[in-house]
Structures are given as C-alpha cells and as structure tokens.
C-alpha cells in the first residue's frame, strides 16, 4: 500500500500515555453520507476508509477525498498498513471513468489518486493509473492531478507511462528511516523507492515539465534524529520538494506498535528544519498529518 496512513487514534497500548492531539472532532455528518453515496455510486474505494484515515470527517466535510485505485487489496503486507493483503481481483476498466465522473460531479479543484501495490501486474498497475489522470484530465481541465505510487518494482517504463500522463504531483513515500525498512515495509526497498523518486525528478526535468515530487515519512516506530535528517537528505538529493511527516498510529494488533508520541512542538520543528535547513519547497508536518492531508495546499505553495 502506497499511502502512509497508519490507522485511527491509538489505544493504550505498551504502556503509553494518550496524547490529547489525537482527538478529532466527529462532525459534517451530512457531506460525510454524500460523500459515502457518491463513492458506492460510482464503485470507487477511498484509502479514508481502507486505512482507516483519523482524518475523514475532516476531508470528507470539505468533500475531499483520496481515491484508490486497482482495488481494496494489495500485494504486499507492510507492518504499518491497515488496507486488506492478499490475491488483488483483476482491475475494473471502467474504473479510470468512475474516477473521473466523480471529480466531475464533487467539482474538485485537486484530486488525489494513490492506490494499492500491484505487483501481480505486469506494469505494476501504471497503465491503470495513467489512464485515471487522463480521464479525469478530459472530464476536468481545471482540476490538479496529485498520484501516490507504489515503487513499481523500480520499473522506469511504468514511471515514464505515468508521468506521461503529465501529473501535477507525483508522489511515492520512503515511509520511514533505512534501518527501518526492511521491518516496516514489505517487499520495499529504501534505496529503491529513492530511485523511483529520482527517476521521476530528473524526466520531469528533462522534459521541461511542472510536476512537483512528493514524498511522505512516519515518525514513532524507533528512528533517531539522526536518522531522520539522513532520510531528508537523501530526499532533497533525490529532487523531492514536497514532504509530509506524521504520526505512525497502530492500526490492529498484529501491526508494529508504536514506540514513540511525537508532540506538535517537535513537529513544528521538523517542518522549520525541513523548508529551512534542507530546502523542501513545503512541508506539512504534523501528528495527523498523512500524505494527502491538505495536498492541495502543499500544492499550491509551490507554484
């Protein structure tokens, strides 16, 4: 799974102490069963609900939502992730015009599109998400286009098909520290999905177009400062300009389980550390922060 969503607020688990900023206000219960209407309407999965986002009625209040595509089971089983793991069903291809139909009638001035790890596919699934941007390009010019890849098995054909497509954002997250991968992260690589970000800097680069790079963090699974900082430097190195840094929140019980609270102050200061200190044209940080929280705004500030 491509989104660093880690689940709702955590219970008290191993001993440590609930944190006050977890709470969310449950509230825009209509535009919540609107948006729930539309999404069964046009059989189209959300990673709000798959990943059990803590911040869903805050998104679905302002009708926003991050639609996943290539259906609700990925191929890979990372520690972190609460979306389903197993046999994927083969990919519905009406599924690029259902999208765009619900841009369409949500009137979104951005939209993103993640979706599951597709490693049964020849492509990774990067057709499927190159024809939803070009759907929804057709049905909605205004509209900015975010992606949220998976590594894609590091296949620079799959990258170039879905930038092709021509994106505002593409975006795939490094997740957490090196030393934490191979624990964390399923079938991932660190160095790997730092090439994937690099591939996609640098064709964008060459061929002169406007798609910022966009990759995400999780803090409190055990990584130091210093391990942090080498992960935002090998970021920047990689021509990422958009970062977003929360919260790891224990989804289920046979997930990692959380080691560390990160306060609001201490992310804070990595968002002053991240623009300032290493050069990040926008960082959203925060404990309930996720990659697509506020994407639109992160977008628009590096324009």
């Given at each position: 799974?491509?989104?660093?969503?880690?689940?709702a607020a955590?219970a008290?688990?191993r001993g440590?102490?609930?944190?006050?900023?977890?709470?969310?206000?449950y509230?825009g219960g209509r535009e919540r069963l609107?948006m729930?209407?539309?999404?069964?309407?046009?059989r189209?999965?959300t990673?709000?609900?798959?990943a059990k986002?803590?911040?869903?009625?805050d998104?679905?209040?302002?009708r926003?939502?991050?639609?996943?595509?290539?259906?609700?089971?990925?191929?890979?089983?990372?520690?972190?992730?609460?979306?389903?793991h197993?046999?994927?069903?083969?990919?519905?291809p009406q599924e690029?015009?259902?999208?765009?139909?619900?841009?369409?009638q949500l009137?979104?001035?951005h939209?993103v599109?993640?979706?599951?790890?597709?490693?049964?596919?020849?492509d990774?699934?990067?057709?499927?998400?190159?024809?939803?941007?070009q759907?929804i390009?057709a049905?909605?010019?205004?509209?900015?286009?975010?992606?949220?890849?998976?590594?894609?098995?590091?296949?620079e054909e799959?990258l170039?098909?879905?930038?092709?497509?021509?994106?505002?954002?593409?975006?795939?997250n490094?997740e957490t520290?090196q030393?934490?991968t191979?624990?964390?992260?399923?079938g991932?690589?660190?160095q790997r999905?730092?090439?994937?970000?690099?591939?996609a800097?640098?064709?964008?680069?060459?061929?002169?177009?406007?798609?910022?790079?966009?990759?995400?963090?999780?803090?409190g699974?055990?990584?130091t400062e210093?391990e942090i900082?080498t992960a935002?430097?090998d970021?920047?190195q990689?021509?990422?300009?958009i970062?977003?840094?929360g919260?790891?929140?224990?989804?289920?019980p046979?997930?990692?389980p959380?080691?560390r609270?990160v306060?609001?102050?201490?992310?804070a200061?990595?968002?002053?550390?991240?623009?300032?200190?290493?050069g990040?044209?926008?960082?959203?940080c925060?404990?309930l922060?996720?990659?697509s929280?506020l994407a639109?705004?992160?977008?628009?500030?590096?324009?």
């Amino acid at each position: 799974m491509t989104e660093n969503i880690s689940g709702a607020a955590p219970a008290r688990r191993r001993g440590l102490p609930h944190s006050e900023w977890y709470r969310v206000p449950y509230t825009g219960g209509r535009e919540r069963l609107a948006m729930r209407a539309l999404l069964k309407q046009c059989r189209l999965n959300t990673v709000c609900v798959s990943a059990k986002c803590p911040n869903l009625c805050d998104c679905w209040k302002r009708r926003t939502a991050t639609f996943m595509i290539l259906g609700d089971t990925c191929t890979r089983n990372c520690r972190f992730c609460a979306v389903n793991h197993g046999l994927p069903q083969v990919p519905d291809p009406q599924e690029p015009e259902h999208l765009a139909q619900a841009a369409s009638q949500l009137q979104l001035r951005h939209m993103v599109i993640t979706c599951v790890t597709r490693d049964d596919l020849p492509d990774g699934g990067a057709g499927q998400m190159a024809a939803a941007v070009q759907a929804i390009r057709a049905a909605c010019p205004e509209t900015s286009i975010e992606v949220l890849g998976s590594d894609y098995g590091g296949q620079e054909e799959s990258l170039a098909l879905i930038l092709q497509a021509s994106p505002q954002v593409f975006g795939h997250n490094l997740e957490t520290v090196q030393r934490l991968t191979p624990a964390i992260r399923s079938g991932a690589d660190y160095q790997r999905s730092l090439r994937v970000l690099r591939y996609a800097a640098n064709w964008c680069s060459e061929h002169g177009t406007a798609c910022r790079i966009k990759s995400g963090l999780m803090l409190g699974l055990g990584e130091t400062e210093a391990e942090i900082r080498t992960a935002l430097a090998d970021l920047r190195q990689a021509g990422v300009q958009i970062l977003t840094m929360g919260q790891y929140l224990q989804p289920g019980p046979d997930n990692c389980p959380v080691q560390r609270h990160v306060s609001p102050e201490e992310f804070a200061a990595w968002k002053q550390t991240a623009e300032q200190e290493f050069g990040f044209a926008a960082a959203v940080c925060g404990p309930l922060v996720r990659s697509s929280y506020l994407a639109e705004d992160a977008y628009r500030s590096c324009q």
